[in-house]
T-cell receptor
Framework: SAVISQKPSRDICQRGTSLTIQCQVD?????MFWYRQQPGQSLTLIAT?????????ESGFVIDKFPISRPNLTFSTLTVSNMSPEDSSIYLC????????????FGPGTRLTVL | AQKVTQAQTEISVVEKEDVTLDCVYETRDTTYYLFWYKQPPSGELVFLIRRNSFDEQNEISGRYSWNFQKSTSSFNFTITASQVVDSAVYFC??????????????FGKGTKLSVIP
């Protein structure tokens, strides 16, 4: 399976600021996904990021709040903009290992605390 | 709409006991995939197993076993002779084709397993 890394692993941020989270994969993948896991909760899909096209956002998530970049087949970023304490969560990226294979593998996550 | 229910929020067992984590799913699709993931305190989500809707054969991997029953829409996970390292949150997930070559995962709320030495 693909090896996925995320930066930063954790951060503490002030209200009103923005944080960009990086996701790097050791092989080329078509689909990359960004999830949010609020404290004690399950995972919720934020958006799907394909290389060369705009990210597709799920209901309740908007591009202005969570802009995503996907410049190539091994890298993506998620920005959490104008943060509030409600944005405190673990943010995880995942990839489908191969086209048409539905298993998603996850990165180690970024623990974000907003004060 | 698809849904995954993990009715057990938290379970505590004493080391070496067997424990079963329940998962019930809902979907109208005939083709789907079921997953179990483990999330230890470090936060990383670890893939454990994938099962497609046409394969009801149960699977065993070491101390782990999975029981898939389409008749009851259940995909239960049993850990035999539990160990402290099994302490984690376990998520059951359902995957459906969402179009454009992509599958979408729907997660249950997770079951927190604590194995007491």
């Amino acid at each position: 399976s693909a090896v996925i890394s995320q930066k930063p692993s954790r951060d503490i941020c002030q209200r009103g600021t923005s944080l960009t989270i990086q996701c790097q994969v050791d092989s080329q993948v078509t689909m990359m996904f960004w999830y949010r896991q609020q404290p004690g909760q399950s995972l919720t899909l934020i958006a799907t990021a394909n290389q060369g096209s705009e990210a597709t956002y799920e209901s309740g998530f908007v591009i202005d709040k969570f802009p995503i970049s996907r410049p190539n087949l091994t890298f993506s970023t998620l920005t959490v903009s104008n943060m509030s304490p409600e944005d405190s969560s673990i943010y995880l990226c995942s990839v489908e290992d191969s086209v048409g294979v539905d298993t998603q593998y996850f990165g180690p996550g970024t623990r974000l605390t907003v004060l | 709409a698809q849904k995954v229910t993990q009715a057990q929020t938290e379970i505590s067992v004493v080391e070496k006991e067997d424990v079963t984590l329940d998962c019930v799913y809902e979907t109208r699709d005939t083709t789907y995939y079921l997953f179990w993931y483990k999330q230890p305190p470090s936060g990383e989500l670890v893939f454990l197993i994938r099962r497609n809707s046409f394969d009801e054969q149960n699977e065993i991997s070491g101390r782990y076993s999975w029981n898939f029953q389409k008749s009851t829409s259940s995909f239960n996970f049993t850990i035999t002779a539990s160990q402290v390292v099994d302490s984690a949150v376990y998520f059951c997930a359902l995957s459906l084709y969402s179009g454009a070559g992509s599958y979408q995962l729907t997660f249950g709320k997770g079951t927190k397993l604590s194995v007491i030495p």
